[in-house]
Every structure is written in C-alpha cells, then in structure tokens.
C-alpha cells in the first residue's frame, strides 16, 4: 500500500506551506477537521478520550489519542 | 480633621462585610443567600481583575469553605459524548454545531450501539463515574428517542455509569420517558440570564428552557443545568443566571466558559479574563450552594495554570477528557491535578 503525501494543514485545509505554526496555536484545542491528503473537510467524531477522524473523498482514516496540553 | 475613611479602605470594609454575611448566611444559619447579597457578590467582578486586590482571594477561599460545609470534599468525574453531532435546526451564537453558521464542524449521523459502548467502557476506566451523551437537536422526534433508549439501555448493560442525557427541549411525557429508562440526570443549561438570553438565540426562548428544566424535576430526574460566562453578558447577569438556577433546586451546575468558535456570531469575542472566571466560579458557588458545580467547556482556554484555583474555590465537579467537538487534557493529566491538590475524587479507585 502506497503512503500518502501531506499536502495540506489538517486544522484549516490550507496548504502546509502557508500557514506554518500558527494554526498549531490558533487550533490547539481543536481536533484535525481537513483531509492533510486532500484539503478536503473530514467527517470528525471526538470521544472522550481520542478522536477519529475520516475523509470521503481519499479514503484516509485516522484515530488519534488526542487531547489538547 | 475630617473623619471620612480613605476611599480605598471604605471599599475593602463593604467587600469584608459583604463577605462576612454571606459568610454568616451559609456558614453559620445554613441559609442561601439573598439576591441583594447575589447582585453585591456580582459586583466584585471589576475589583476582581486587579491582582492587588483581596477580593477575589477572599470570595474564593468563602466559596471553598461553603462547597466543603455543604458538599463535602469530593469530586464528581463526568465524561461526555456527542452521539449525533452537528446539523443542529437552532441559533445559539455560541455553537458550532448549528447548522445556520458556516463552521467547520461537519454534521454526523447517530453514533452506533457499540461506539456508545466503547466510549463508555473507556470513560469508566479513565474515572468517570458519570456519563452524558449529547444530542445536537431542538428536541427528540421519534427516531432521536429510539437512539437515547438504546445508548441508555448500552451504557446500563456494560458500564456502572449514571447517564445524563443532553437533547434539547423535552415534554412532560418525553421527560418520564427517560425517567422510566433509567437515565439519572438530564442536561438542559438555561445558558444566560433571561435578560442576556435574545442576544444568543432567537429560534427558541428562554421561557421554553426553563419549561423543560421544569419538566425535569417534575418527571423525576436530577436536573443538570447551568450555562456559559463570557459571552458578553454583565456581572449582574451573572448573578442573575445563577439566582434562576437556585430557583429550580438543581443538583448539578455546569460552568462553561466561552471558547469562541470561528463561524459563530460569538467569534470575535475575547476570551473571559481568568480573574473574572473564577470569580464567577465563586459566585455560583456562593448563590447555589448545595449544587455540585462542575468546570465544563472552556476550562482549559479561560482558565489554563489556574484550573486547580477554581477546585479550591467553588468548584466539586470537572469533565475530563475531551468535550463535543473540541479537545480537553488527557484524564491522566487532570486525576494528576486532582493529586497534586489532594482533592478527593468520588468513587475513584485504583487510579491514583
């Protein structure tokens, strides 16, 4: 199976290159909303301890154990 | 020689006295307080800002006295779980989840049976001893009933949780509905004061919140209600939120604090200063006494190095774990908190 190329910033759908450190801030309590894939939006489900996260159009999934510092 | 006290002393004597009726009120007759003493509490939010000042010090430190004296010494862990998020018909101008603004949260179908389950299990085995799931809707139809009957039976069958439930406006019928279920508490936040509450929703009013809260304690169920600082409202609103929810005996309190979520009519708000949130904290505490008052959403933006202040100040319940849609601190990160303040947490076992 091939790996995927991040593109994209997961917390505003921008591409990676424009938005730097700032969205890590701007989001921080924030989940990852946008496809790093594809920029696309994600369908986002947080649980109380990780959140999973799925993108219709590319077909990444991801589950993280996440939770803001 | 004039004999007039300095101004600044004069303050500090009203803050002490107003502070020492209160005191004499919950402490010492075991009484509430009155609205007066309410709105003068309230009114110490401005001096509450200056670090220089005793106030917020002293109304802390009452609040904490009065949360032991009527409460006790533990700590309520409660985890949540949006089980249909997104997509909701109302306005509320604090919510990510209403369909009228453009956010960025994506609506969801209802949350399975057995991803109900899951996110029980591992709430219980984080602390939790209790557990709200949270259905972003104006009121359940029938299928959205469905749903919260079979998630309620799923957390029974495999959990020691309580459930709370969070669905929006109820009737009386559908209020014994989830009493006959066995669902311990429901979630209905009267959000503001009656006053400030035009400003945040207009495709419901402020009178239909308190009808459900009513129907609530009618049907049996603990009533879980509280609501959001930092929106914008006054101090007195404050003061006025909190007499509201003294009137309905509620036996929990959420405390929210805005976290202002792009999208929502609320965006551009700033952020409450921590000093006033945690005088808010203490207000509630002092106007509703007996309730347990829990730290919900926001806590970690508003509040940040100063989380453990408001549980030495009021405060006998947090959610740990994530929120809704947004995140919160790891449980290990909060139950550390809760050691380091040596803060008894209920039911806890094994854990710390």
């Known amino acids: 199976m091939g790996t995927h190329t991040e593109r994209f910033c997961g917390r505003c759908g921008q591409p990676s290159q424009d938005c730097a450190d700032r969205c890590a801030q701007q989001h921080r309590f924030d989940p990852d909303r946008f496809c790093t894939v594809c920029g696309h939006r994600l369908d986002v489900q947080v649980y109380p301890d990780h959140v999973e996260s799925a993108c219709k159009v590319c077909r990444v ?6 939770a803001a510092p | 020689m004039s004999t007039a006290r300095p101004h600044a002393d004069h303050q500090a004597s009203d803050v002490q006295d107003l502070l020492d009726d209160v005191e004499q009120q919950l402490l010492g007759r075991h009484e509430p307080i009155t609205a007066d003493q309410a709105y003068g509490l309230a009114a110490l939010a401005d001096v509450a800002r200056d670090p220089e000042s005793q106030a917020l010090t002293r109304m802390l430190d009452l609040a904490h006295r009065v949360r032991l004296d009527w409460c006790g010494e533990e700590v309520s862990l409660e985890s949540i779980l949006s089980t249909k998020t997104g997509g909701c018909p109302e306005d509320c101008a604090f919510c990510s989840q209403s369909s009228t603004f453009d956010t960025d949260v994506k609506p969801q179908p209802f949350l399975t049976r057995e991803q109900v389950m899951q996110a029980a299990t591992s709430a219980q085995a984080n602390g939790a001893t209790e557990f709200c799931m949270v259905l972003a ?23 020691d949780l309580e459930v709370a439930i969070s669905a929006g406006l109820l009737t009386a019928d559908q209020a014994t509905t989830l009493a006959e279920a066995g669902v311990v508490r429901y979630n209905h936040n009267l959000e503001s004061a009656r006053s400030f509450f035009p400003r945040i929703c207009t495709t419901h009013d402020w009178q239909e919140r308190l009808d459900t809260c009513q129907h609530v304690r009618d049907s049996g169920m603990e009533l879980c209600s509280g609501g959001i600082l930092g929106m914008g409202e006054s101090a007195a609103q404050r003061a006025e939120l909190a007499l509201s929810l003294a009137a309905l005996e509620p036996t929990e309190v959420p405390v929210n604090f805005l976290n202002p979520r792009p999208g929502t009519p609320l965006q551009q708000q700033l952020v409450l200063d921590p000093r006033v949130a945690l005088h808010g904290v203490a207000l509630f505490r002092l106007v509703i006494p007996w309730a347990m008052l829990r730290y919900a959403g926001g806590r970690e933006m508003v509040l940040g190095d100063l989380q453990g202040t408001g549980l030495l100040g009021g405060a006998n319940g947090m959610i740990i774990g994530n929120y809704l849609t947004t995140l919160g601190r790891t449980p290990q990160a909060d139950l550390q908190m809760l050691s380091d303040l040596k803060v008894p947490v209920k039911a806890l076992t094994g854990l710390l």
């Open chain 2, 137 to 159: 809707i104006k009121g359940p139809d029938d299928k959205a009933m469905a749903h919260i009957l079979d998630s309620v039976e799923a957390v029974h069958d495999g959990t």
């Open chain 1, 61 to 66: 999934r991801a589950a993280r154990g996440t």
